[in-house]
Each structure stands twice: as structure tokens, then as C-alpha cells.
């Protein structure tokens, strides 16, 4: 991976500094979110990096977001084994879907390679940033709006007050103070992917993953490949048992190649960190796109 950083100016490079150094005493996720808005009110509103990655588009992180200069900036590579899948589908399909696509850092990534790119945001403040990112890429489409069944309908959406990465529709779950709320309008798969040629499609949407799933039903039949979250404060693995309740689908962990997963046992057992997502790849056994990601895999999958 070729990498390099651009900064907003020098009191950014500054901050960047100062916020990967105190990075390094903090022991968990909730220092490192307080190091990062802490330090974002002692320097100008606006400083940002712009990552670059393997000739990709550049993507913008605000130094105050401790979501994305913690995993992106001071882990970094940023989920590897998306990134394997994404150049695996490199070729194979015509079209990738980052659904719950956050500030586009799959988008951006997937728009050099694949041919299409629809990214879907509900927040109005993150499409924001998003649009930022990738609005101006030509073979990019972008929508506000939640993935969900169906297609037009108007649901609750939280932003969360600690981070942006944690909104959610809004449900059964406690609001806190500072969460604010708003309104957006549904989106169902069906109505994004055209039928024809599988899709890659990238799911993360924060506790919504079955009724999307619901609202995709043809692009899954046409042999779309599912790229989602199972989380690890979730050991009933509940979107996992969702999709092998059905007889069709084939699930795989993909970060050491591709791996069978043949029950929910086995996926939990995976999910050692009750605070980490963790990403799996889906789709019907007879599916093209996963048959020819599978090639591109060290390790060529079992028919499960």
C-alpha cells in the first residue's frame, strides 16, 4: 500500500502531531474520542488531513473526529480484509454499494476500481461530508437516505453525541442528552441495484442489516455479494443467523481469505472483542461475483 498525508496548513500538521502522540497513552476507545475533541478545542475549527491511498481519491478527516483519526490515521490500514474483498470484485462486477457509507472512505476507495459507485448516508451532517469527499467523482452516485424494506418511507434517525459512526435509526434504545434527531426518508436494495450483473454490496447500518436485507431480496437472488457487520457485543449473532436461516446463502469470514462459516457457533467464536465490528461476506452459493472473488483468494472457498 502506497500512503501519504496532506494537511489544511501548518497548525493542522501541529495538531496531527500532538493527537498521534497522545494516542499513545490512551488505553481505551473512549480516551481516544475524549483526546481527539479535547484537542480539536484548542486549535481553529476546520483542520483536517486528507489521506492518500493507492492512487485513490484523497479522503478528508477532521482532526476533532475520534472515530476516523483513531482507526484511519493511528491504526491504519482501515479494515484490510473490505479492502481485499473490493479489489477481489475488481473486473467481476459493474457496480459496488456503500450503504451506510459514513463520510465515503469506501466510496472513494472502490471509485477507481469499479466502474459504478452508489453511496448512501442518512445523516444530513455526514452526507455532508461525504458529498465533500466524493460528490464531485464522476462515476459516483450519491443519496441521503436509510437503507431499510422498502423504498419511501419517513423513519427517525439519531445522531449520536460521542460519534458520528454510532448513528442509528431510532428505536427501543434510550436517547441521550445531547443525541439529536432527525427525519429521512427509506431506500429499499431492490430499488438501487438494477437487475443484471451481481453487485458488491457494502452493508453497515447500525442495526437495520435484516430489514435491508429484506428490502434486497432480488439482488441477492441475482447473486449480489454482501459485505456486512456482525458485532461483537452481539453473541446471539443475529444478522449471521438471519441469512444461513437461509438454505441458499454461504457466509465467509474474509479476514484470512475467504472462510467458510458454517453455523453460528463458528462465527462466534471469531468475535473475541465485544467492542469490534466485525466483517463478513454473503452471498448465494451459486453466485458468479462470489465464485470469482473466490478465485482471487489464496485460499478458494468450500461450497460450505
Known amino acids: ?34 483526546f481527539a475533541r479535547g484537542l480539536g478545542r484548542l486549535f481553529p475549527s476546520g483542520t483536517a488531513v486528507w ?26 490500514p482501515y479494515e484490510p480484509e473490505v479492502a481485499a474483498v473490493l479489489r477481489a470484485a475488481t473486473g467481476a462486477t459493474p457496480l459496488f454499494c456503500d450503504l ?21 448516508e442518512a445523516s444530513a451532517e455526514t452526507f455532508a461530508a461525504l458529498h465533500a469527499n466524493a460528490g464531485h467523482l464522476a462515476n459516483v452516485t450519491l443519496h441521503r437516505a436509510a437503507i431499510h424494506a422498502r423504498t419511501g418511507e419517513a423513519l427517525g434517525f ?10 442509528r435509526l431510532a428505536g427501543d434504545a434510550p436517547l441521550r442528552a445531547q443525541d439529536r434527531t432527525e427525519t429521512v426518508t427509506t431506500l429499499a436494495i431492490d430499488d438501487l441495484v438494477p437487475a443484471g450483473p451481481p453487485a458488491l454490496v457494502k452493508l453497515d447500518v447500525e442495526g437495520a442489516e435484516i430489514a435491508a436485507m429484506r428490502g434486497g431480496a432480488r439482488a441477492l437472488a441475482d447473486g449480489a455479494v454482501l459485505i456486512y457487520e456482525d458485532h461483537g457485543n452481539d453473541p446471539a449473532c443475529t444478522v449471521s443467523a438471519h441469512l444461513l436461516a437461509m438454505p441458499e446463502m454461504r457466509l465467509y469470514s474474509c479476514e484470512n481469505g475467504l472462510q467458510p462459516m458454517p453455523d453460528v457457533a463458528t462465527i462466534r467464536a471469531l468475535k473475541r472483542d465485544p467492542c469490534k465490528g466485525y466483517n463478513f461476506v454473503a452471498a448465494r452459493a451459486d453466485s458468479p461475483l462470489l465464485s470469482a472473488i473466490a478465485t482471487r483468494f489464496a485460499n478458494h472457498p468450500s461450497s460450505g
Open 51 to 76: 489521506l492518500h491511498e493507492d492512487g485513490a481519491p484523497p479522503y478528508r478527516i477532521a482532526l476533532d473526529d475520534g472515530y476516523w483519526t483513531r482507526f484511519a490515521l493511528w491504526r491504519a
Open 100 to 120: 451506510g457509507a459514513n463520510k465515503g472512505y469506501w466510496t472513494t476507495r472502490a471509485a477507481p476500481l469499479i466502474d459504478r459507485v452508489i453511496a448512501v
Open 158 to 167: 439519531v445522531n449520536t453525541h460521542l460519534s458520528h459512526a454510532s448513528a
Open 1 to 34: 500500500m502506497t500512503r501519504h498525508l496532506t494537511f489544511s496548513g501548518p497548525i493542522a500538521r501541529l495538531q496531527y502531531m500532538l493527537l498521534m502522540t497522545l494516542f499513545r497513552v490512551a488505553v481505551t476507545r473512549g480516551l481516544y474520542g475524549r
